[in-house]
């Protein structure tokens, strides 16, 4: 009876042990996996831009270029703003390493006026994963 319960908590120890080994050993492979795929990594040409003064209802625009300095394929997830009046629109493609890439940002100031800032949330694959870009305008009215 002895011999049977020590011989099966050697079976069990052995089936445990072989459970943690091939875990460890995906796991590493996994890790190996992704440090093997490289990274993307986004870099704005600029992160902020004023368009001074503009007049009231007027709708104006900015493209903010990058490049993925990286060596992976980078992929912008979103792009979201602080308010409607301002429409991101970004390439959705998977920008290779090396590459451009464009965000343009319009900005309708109907029924804005004075300083007007507004943030851009851009979110992607990247080594830096969330980047904040910025507008700013001086909203005048013509009354």
Known sequence: MRKLVLLSWVLVA?????????????????ASKTNSAGT????FTEYQHDFGK????????YT???????TSN????????????TVPKY????IPPGAKG???VVFDTSGRNGMQT??????????????????????????
Do not use: Y
């Not at 993307?40 to 870099?43: P, T, V, W």
């Not at 503009?54 to 625009?61: H, Q, R, T, W």
């Not at 903010?64 to 990286?70: A, I, L, S, V």
């Open 64 to 70: 903010f270029t990058f490049d993925n300095k990286g």
């Open 102 to 104: 464009n965000l343009e």
């Open 118 to 143: 507004k943030t851009i949330t851009v979110k992607s694959n990247a080594l830096t994963a969330v980047v904040l870009l910025k507008i700013t305008a001086e909203v005048v009215t013509n009354k």
């Open 14 to 30: 052995i089936v445990l042990s072989g459970c943690v080994n091939r875990n460890s050993k995906n796991s590493s492979d996994s």
């Open 74 to 85: 980078l992929i912008i997830s979103s792009a979201s703003t602080t308010c409607g009046c």
């Open 91 to 94: 390439d959705t493609k998977p």
């Open 54 to 61: 503009v007049a009231e209802g007027e709708k104006v625009s």
């Open 40 to 43: 993307s990594e986004i870099i």
